[in-house]
């Protein structure tokens, strides 16, 4: 399987970006999809996860609110919209797949917020 990340980049504070995971090379709807992220210094975190069909989402405390995952599986793609964007927001962000004992990882998004 493939995992491809898309969408990052430098935006000032209160901006937005959506991020997208495009993914290859097995059944994207027979997978939970994940997004973690991890600063210079920290460990990985996640983020937000979404169900396999979309029908449960799930957001860390510290986003909730500002960021939203969503799915279309039609497209075999994975979003994460990202509104009122803090510096503390900066970070490689990760796309996550995972489905019984399987599971992918993407090459990451670098995410700057900064003025």
């Known amino acids: 399987g493939q995992l491809v990340e898309s969408g990052g980049g430098l935006v000032q504070p209160g901006g937005s970006l959506r991020l997208s995971c495009a993914a290859s090379k097995f059944i994207f709807s027979d997978f939970a999809m994940s997004w973690y992220r991890q600063a210079p210094g920290k460990e990985r975190e996640l983020v937000a996860r979404i169900s396999s069909a979309g029908s449960i989402t799930e957001h860390a405390d510290s986003v909730k609110g500002r960021f939203t995952i969503s799915r279309d599986n039609a497209k075999n793609t994975v979003y994460l919209q990202m509104n009122s964007l803090k510096p503390d927001d900066t970070a490689m962000y990760y796309c996550?797949?995972?489905?019984?004992?399987?599971?992918?990882w993407g090459q990451g998004t670098q995410v700057t917020v900064s003025l």
């Open positions: 996550f797949a995972r489905y019984r004992g399987t599971t992918y």
